[in-house]
């Protein structure tokens, strides 16, 4: 769910965060999700409102610090900073380069 919540369709952007929040709120706890307190530190409950691609892109900038889930959040970045719509090229780039500082 990681991947798809980075992706250049929109719809999966809106739909994606909230089922992922879903899963790390679940009660009761869905065994073996990997860092599940450090997601839980990141991701609010939820319904998450992600409206704009910064505020999603945002979000998951802080979820690919975690070892776990930066290869499934880098590559739907790769497929979002390579899409044709350009507020949504300048948001992941944004956050990209943000991020990629901080390392």
């Not at 860092?35 to 979000?59: A, G, Y």
Request: net charge positive.
């Amino acid at each position: 769910m990681a991947k798809p919540s980075t992706e250049q369709i929109r719809r999966n952007r809106l739909l994606a965060p909230n089922f992922f929040s879903s899963l790390v709120y679940c009660d009761p706890t869905i065994p073996h999700i990997e860092q599940l307190e450090e997601l839980r530190s990141i991701i609010p409950p939820p319904p998450l409102d992600i409206s704009t691609e910064k505020e999603c892109f945002d979000l998951w900038m802080k979820v690919m610090r975690l070892d776990t889930y930066r290869k499934a959040v880098i590559t739907g970045l790769v497929s979002s900073i390579g899409s044709l719509t350009e507020s949504l090229v300048k948001s992941s780039s944004a956050s990209s380069k943000l991020t990629i500082a901080r390392f």
